[in-house]
């Protein structure tokens, strides 16, 4: 039974809201006719076009004013053809030869062997000159590998038919080169359309995004769009539109994000099975072309995807639903939204880490899996001032919700529960061990002759630990996708040792604080 059916108010407007779009008399014009509802006193806005005004505002309760106008039909802009599509995804995923995958395979075990042997080989250098070091590697490197070892075990969640009514949320800020995008592809993946509703969320954007969202608006009439007049920050722009929504799931789109057709599909198959309460689609990097930056970061993408939420999503335990593409039971939402939206951090109000937060609130009485066949892209930061920002808000997301969700962990399947309380603290001590290791030990080998051996035995074999965790996500990446970029992991790495890793203690430092971060 469709929940979206065509708004048709009674009176003499009847005709014209069935047909939103209709030839304005005298003008040689076509017309769409919409109803804008604010509050003044919150500063929102509501347009509607094809479905149902909101009565009160969502924040003060009281009646919103409601006004009837008139928008110009904006030009259709067609979504890619199929043929592009295809394109697309050959880009994105086209495995190399067989024999260059086993070479590959072959490869990669044989580094990471070299690496465990060495370690092993040099166990009692470890134990009398770089306990810590040895500690911590063979700990890293032992989480490293039975990540993939469980992601050998992923499957996606079957297809079963399920097709439920979905909202999908998509918050905006500045970002009007996209957001018309978004919102065409949205509307292309093949959802039925009687099923489906966009919000679009316009946080207080300075550019032209607004208009992009109303003009998108004349051509679909299921999509909502709501205005903040001034910026309130991704959670509100997400609880407002949960509050407006009216189908069962929610999906949130990033406003730089292209939903491929069929994934809306994909991604609800897995809440057939009720425990679910929610999904990640699987994202790769729209403009990972562009630079050394973006290249870096798909690799990074890649594995964090396919290897880390692939091997969570076995035991349900997906530690954060990214808020490019994923999805939520609305009713879960629901129920933890307020405590959402007013979360403190040491006693001051902060609405930040949105997505991992609103994860591991659900994530206490519900299973969080992943679905890697229900494809998106996102664009990526393309300089390094905006990837630092980036970084730096992911660390502070990570602090704030890392010990929280340890408190109930522990009733989770245990081996999870051990990767997740091994993830609370190696973070923090990483980046004085990498400090330790190629810094103090090499000082330590060249003042002291005779132990200058074995210490430069360990630093070799801990810079050959690092090299080889590093290969085989970097050529599991190109054996699976062919991109030929694969060698951005090293970068990654390299970017990761020098500066990023130590942003966790500035993060620390100014957990507290609200002015940082990529919006804004």
């Known amino acids: 039974m469709p929940l979206f059916e065509p708004y048709r108010p009674d009176g003499p407007r009847a005709r014209e809201a069935s047909d939103p779009t209709r030839a ?10 919409t109803r804008l509802s604010r509050c003044p006193r919150c500063r929102i806005s509501v347009r509607t076009a094809g479905t149902p005004a909101p009565s009160v505002c969502p924040y003060c309760g009281r009646a919103l004013d409601q006004t009837e106008e008139e928008v110009p039909l904006a030009p259709k802009v067609d979504p890619p053809s199929q043929t592009e599509i295809a394109e697309r995804l050959h880009r994105i995923y086209h495995r190399p030869p067989l024999v260059v995958i086993g070479l590959l395979a072959a490869g990669a075990l044989f580094i990471l062997a070299w690496a465990v042997y060495g370690q092993i080989h040099t166990l009692r250098e470890w134990w009398y000159n770089a306990l810590a070091v040895g500690l911590y590697s063979a700990v890293a490197g032992l989480f490293v590998i039975t990540r993939f070892l469980f992601a050998a075990f992923y499957r996606a969640p079957p297809e079963v038919g399920y097709e439920p009514t979905v909202s999908v949320l998509v918050p905006c800020f500045n970002e009007g080169a996209a957001i018309r995008q978004t919102i ?17 969320v316009n946080d207080g954007s300075k550019d032209d995004s607004l208009q992009h969202m109303v003009a998108a608006q004349t051509r679909h009439p299921h999509l909502v769009v709501v205005n903040f007049e001034t910026n309130r920050g991704l959670c509100h722009g997400w609880g407002v539109g949960t509050f407006i929504a009216r189908g069962e799931f929610l999906v949130c789109v990033d406003s730089d994000t292209f939903v491929f057709p069929g994934s809306l599909h994909k991604l609800m198959q897995g809440f057939a099975d009720p425990t679910v309460g929610g999904i990640s689609g699987h994202c790769d990097v729209e403009n990972a072309s562009v630079n050394l930056l973006t290249k870096m970061q798909d690799v ?3 594995f964090s995807y396919k290897i880390m939420k692939a091997a969570e999503s076995v035991f349900g335990t997906v530690s954060c639903l990214p808020g490019c593409f994923s999805a939520y039971r609305r009713t879960c939402v629901l129920a933890v939204l307020d405590k959402w939206i007013n979360a403190t951090v040491w006693g001051e109000h902060g609405n930040f880490a949105d997505d991992r937060s609103l994860t591991n609130r659900i994530l206490k009485d519900y299973r969080i899996i992943y679905d890697d066949e229900a494809l998106a892209t996102t664009i990526a930061p393309e300089n390094w001032r905006q990837y630092a920002r980036q970084q730096a808000r992911w660390s502070r997301s990570y602090l704030r919700e890392i010990w929280k969700t340890g408190k109930f962990m522990w009733r989770k399947h245990p081996v999870p529960a051990l990767s997740w309380y091994a993830m609370m603290w190696m973070p923090l001590v990483e980046p004085v061990i990498m400090l330790w290791a190629l810094v103090v030990m090499p000082i330590v080998a060249a003042l002291d002759p005779a132990g200058g051996f074995s210490m430069g035995s360990l630093l070799l074999f801990y810079v050959v630990g690092v090299f080889a965790i590093t290969a085989v996500w970097c050529l599991h990446f190109l054996a699976s996708t062919g991109r030929r970029w694969w060698w951005g992991g090293f970068a990654f790495t390299l970017s990761y040792i020098v500066f990023f890793s130590w942003q966790i203690y500035w993060a620390l430092l100014t957990l507290r604080g609200k002015k940082w971060g990529t919006r804004g």
């Open 24 to 33: 304005a008399e005298g003008e040689g014009r076509t017309m769409v006719a």
């Open 184 to 200: 065409e592809r949205i509307f292309a993946t093949g959802y039925p359309e009687e099923k489906l509703e966009v919000v679009c």
């Open 300 to 302: 990074r993408y890649y």
